[in-house]
């Protein structure tokens, strides 16, 4: 684990999201209605809608583009549609956002 | 005999000598250093001191004769200003003492935010007896007083200070109040009680300095708002006090770390309380201070003991407001939640669940309970059996498998069912035995779930007892998942509940997630704005991405850019400064849209903010082709050019926009205002369409030409522009406040018949002039342009946070 330090949690809106760009691609930082924070892929697997800009709720987000609602702790698409976002590990500590660069690091790595 | 020296006369460090004195009398001689001038008093009791419930000499600890009768030698009022580990000495304002042990408990002290005007006379923290002397002093002149801070402390300070006659004004940093210890349901319900006593509550506020010549006069927000404050309290949070440690060069993180001996990185200095961290954690509760002071004292004797920190409960009275939470009440993977809501009682009560044990609960209103649940916690006790009926505590449990209707059955004739008309359970069953077997006939025969309609599930489930098989539930026409009410039932409990925040309305109206989805949260936070323009404060996390980003997201993830053309006019400088942007931000593709406006399409999220200031620049505002809102007026050009044209189209269609524009509606809408019948503006199939004519204005309503293709209805004719204008403005208002989210005018005038609408709107000059005065009320909130404001203090939200495709591999 390699965990860099990406900004303060208030950076993020509160039951919203930024984007981080990796060699992995856009990576979505979510931030829920209890201050947790959540790592995933940025783009939809349906028609690659952003998913920073999508409404969080619960620990769930929604695609802004066809409404595809994912569960941000295992990246599984709910209800009837099927499909996965990757997940990252990240962490807060003393209001400070880490991420873990290992897997954002190398294309072969997503 | 061996020499103790304590810095620091509070709660732990009294704790440890009351151990020492009573299991070796005689081990030590101590020394006692408190830098107040004062022993030992139970700090936690300053609240009753500070309200007038108490005095200090009730909460005295221990008092001259304690100290006396086991020989202490007290320096109370003398700071210490240094360690010397090497000789082994604490060196006090008055002079020097040796030590053969050091006990360090100094405690915490209060962070202090940094703002301008912080150290006038009159800002004030609540640590001490000194303090609190200082509030009530300061509360026997009356007038207000600003509490920084809405965690147990600060809520306890402005408390107090709003029962000793003070106008108290708590501001706190987070959205909810004590949101460590809460989550946002149960802190809605504190602010609903302490708003009861009067205290004024203010969330998300931020402070950006206390205002005053010689003393405190004023707090100013970041907002801008400046409150008026004879005295500012400042309970924003605690910092372990460590600067004596840290000089004397112990080992210090955030607290001065200690074993589980309480040992710190010297072995003849011990440290006990708030100012200690053990394996990364700060103890802030009483419970474990007192856990820590035991083992002192053994370590002290030489006897065994090691500080397992233990999970914790808290019970807190926020003078009278009963709440408990104990154990981890986040959200998490694999976590579930039983969330029981009593909004007539004020009850909320949330249990999570994890792998059939219960790991956390917060309680609202009723904590009986409380104890049991953190049993449970503790325990680890497995509650799959339970499940069903857990959260209705101890006294449910142990008998027949439930079923979700044997709650209603099991009540009693004589429960109340419906709050408001206070009917019982029995009158309902009598109507039911006599031929009502409805909801509908319920209401109308007893007047059950007829007024605030929050019992309407219950009333069904009586009807389904009662009939058995013979009962139909209704075919649930609910938002979403979260609830069971229809769109139409929220509107009206939002209004006559006034309800004015997100939070009230999961709570009163119960709804089944913590915050909502994609599908119900939109629409509520359209009707808290509509109804509650003042109280209610727009929540861009609760919007579609085009109205948070004021742009419409395209399918490839870019935005189109439309600037407003108030009545489908534009200039050269206009057209030159729309084409400059489209060159700078290289634009692929304008288009020119059906509402007569310019489109630019495919600009990059990034640049967004900078495209609007550039437009901005130019005199131009945000077009809102992406609202829910007013999109467009389309007009002709009317009797200025064309030989047919009857009155001033393009005039109208300019003042209707810049009335209209920046206003929120459940849907989009759109107007036009052709000059004749000949309509080139197509106005007969607009939300709104004025088409003027000779003797004046013909105004039609509800026209549609999208999925449905639908010629307006005449609403009425005017006669003069101005009574155009007021019968568009009030037919809008009264769309906004009654509509059902995501309606067009269509499909809510078909609901509730034209002849209504014009009832209001047409017939009743009162009633219009009302409607006008409200759309204008909210307009002082909202008619302004979201770009300006966006751009300049939001830009960097719309970019990324970092770019890692910068660093190097590892």
């Known amino acids: 684990m390699s965990w860099l330090d990406i900004g303060d949690i208030n950076d993020i809106p509160l039951r919203g999201a930024r984007v981080i760009k990796t060699k992995v691609g856009c990576v979505a930082l979510f931030r829920t209605a209890p201050d947790e924070v959540f790592a995933t892929s940025d783009r939809c697997p349906h028609k690659g809608g952003p998913l920073n800009h999508g409404i969080v709720h619960g620990q769930s987000v929604t695609c802004p583009l066809h409404n595809w609602v994912f569960d941000l702790n295992t990246g599984q698409a709910q209800g009837a549609d099927e499909g996965r976002i990757a997940t990252y590990p ?15 690091a190398h294309r072969s790595a997503a | 005999m061996q020499k103790l020296v304590v810095i620091g006369a509070g709660m732990a460090s009294g704790r440890v000598l009351e151990h ?3 299991q070796a009398p005689d081990a030590y001689e101590v020394t006692l250093f408190n830098a107040e001038a004062r022993g030992n008093y139970n700090r936690i009791m300053l609240s009753p001191v500070l309200s007038g419930e108490k005095s200090y000499a009730e909460i005295v600890t221990h008092d001259d004769d304690w100290y006396n009768g086991n020989k202490v030698t007290c320096r109370f009022g003398e700071s210490v200003v240094g360690i010397d580990r090497a000789r082994k000495v604490v060196i006090g304002e008055n002079g020097e003492v040796a030590y053969d042990k050091l006990l360090i408990g100094t405690g915490s002290a209060p962070f202090i935010i940094p703002v301008p005007g912080k150290d006038l006379p009159g800002v004030i923290s609540y640590r001490d007896l000194d303090d609190t002397n200082a509030m009530i002093e300061a509360s026997s002149k009356g007038g207000s007083a600003v509490v920084i801070g809405g965690g147990l402390l600060g809520l306890e300070a402005a408390a107090g200070l709003a029962q000793r006659g003070m106008d108290v004004t708590v501001l706190h940093l987070m959205g909810h109040l004590m949101e460590r210890q809460l989550d946002e349901a149960a802190g809605y319900l504190l602010r609903k009680d302490l708003e009861g006593r009067g205290i004024t509550v203010k969330t998300q506020a931020s402070t950006k300095a206390i205002l005053g010549e010689d003393k405190a006069e004023a707090v100013l927000l970041d907002s801008g708002e400046t409150l008026p404050a004879d005295l500012v309290v400042m309970a924003v949070g605690i910092r372990p006090e460590t600067r004596l440690a840290n000089d004397a060069g112990l080992t210090v993180g955030r607290g001065i770390e200690v074993s589980a001996q309480m040992q710190t990185s010297d072995p003849d200095v011990y440290a006990v309380g708030e100012c200690v961290e053990f394996d990364g954690q700060l103890f802030g509760l009483v419970a474990p201070l007192y856990d820590q002071a035991k083992v002192v004292a053994a370590a002290l004797l030489g006897e065994d003991g090691a500080f397992v920190p233990k999970e914790l409960s808290t019970k807190l009275k926020v003078t009278g407001c009963d709440l408990f939470s104990a154990g981890d009440f986040a959200e998490g993977e694999g976590r579930e939640d039983i969330v029981f809501r009593d909004p007539a009682r004020g009850v909320y009560k949330r249990l999570v669940i994890e792998d059939n044990r219960l790991i956390g609960a917060v309680m609202y209103g009723d904590t009986a309970d409380g104890n049991w649940f953190f049993g449970l916690i503790k325990d680890g006790t497995d509650i799959e059996e339970m499940r069903d009926t857990l959260i209705f505590g101890p006294s449910y449990q142990g008998g027949a498998a439930a079923d979700p209707l044997s709650a209603v059955a099991a009540l009693p004739l004589d429960a109340e069912i419906c709050g408001c008309n206070g009917i019982c359970k029995g009158t309902i069953v009598s109507a039911i035995e006599g031929g009502a077997t409805d909801l509908g006939a319920i209401k109308a025969t007893t007047k059950a779930s007829a007024s605030c309609g929050t019992c309407t599930g219950l009333v069904e489930q009586v009807l389904q007892v009662t009939l058995g098989d013979d009962f139909q539930m209704p075919a649930s026409q609910a938002i979403c998942g979260c609830t069971d009410l229809s769109h139409e039932d929220v509107r009206r409990l939002i209004k006559s509940q006034e309800l004015k925040s997100q939070a009230a ?74 084409a400059d942007a489209a060159d700078k931000y290289k634009v692929p593709t304008v288009h020119v849209t059906g509402g007569q406006r310019i489109d630019l399409l495919g600009v990059k999220g990034e640049d967004l903010p900078a495209i609007w200031a550039d437009l901005n620049a130019a005199g131009m505002v945000s077009g809102h082709a992406y609202a829910k809102g007013l999109r467009t007026v389309k007009t002709c050009v009317g009797k200025d050019h064309c030989r047919f044209g009857t009155q001033d189209s393009t005039g109208l269609g300019i003042q209707l926009e810049k009335k209209l524009w920046g206003s929120w509606t459940p849907h989009k809408v759109k107007l036009a205002v052709s000059g004749c019948p000949r309509n080139c503006a197509e106005a007969t199939c607009k939300d709104i369409g004025v088409v003027c004519v000779d003797s004046g204005y013909q105004i039609g309503v509800a026209g549609a030409a999208g999925m449905d293709v639908k010629e307006t209805e005449r609403l009425a004719e005017a006669r003069t522009e101005q009574e155009a204008i007021d019968l568009a403005t ?27 609408v014009k009832e209001r709107v047409v017939d009743d000059l009162e009633e ?42 590892e």
């Open chain 2, 730 to 756: 009030a037919f809008m208002q009264l769309y906004r406040e009654n509509a059902k989210y995501l309606d067009r005018p269509y499909k809510w005038v078909a609901k509730v018949g034209l002849d209504w």
């Open chain 2, 20 to 22: 020492l004195f009573e």
């Open chain 2, 505 to 578: 309305v999961w709570q009163e109206l119960g709804w089944s997630t913590p915050n909502g989805c994609h599908v119900c949260r939109p629409a509520v936070n359209y009707y808290l704005l509509a109804d509650w323009p003042l109280e209610y404060q727009d929540d861009p996390q609760s919007r579609f991405i085009n109205e948070r980003k004021h742009a419409n997201i395209q399918k490839d993830g870019t935005f189109s850019v439309v600037p407003r053309m108030f009545g489908g006019m534009t200039t050269p400088d206009e057209l030159r400064a729309i």
């Open chain 1, 90 to 104: 990240v962490r807060v500590e003393d209001g400070r956002i880490l991420i873990d660069t290992t897997k954002l």
């Open chain 2, 768 to 809: 219009r002039a009302a409607l006008i005065a409200r759309f204008e009320l909210s307009q002082t909130i909202y008619r302004k342009d979201p770009w300006a404001e966006e751009a300049e203090s939001k830009s960097e939200q719309y970019q990324p946070l970092a770019d890692l495709t910068l660093e190097a591999a």
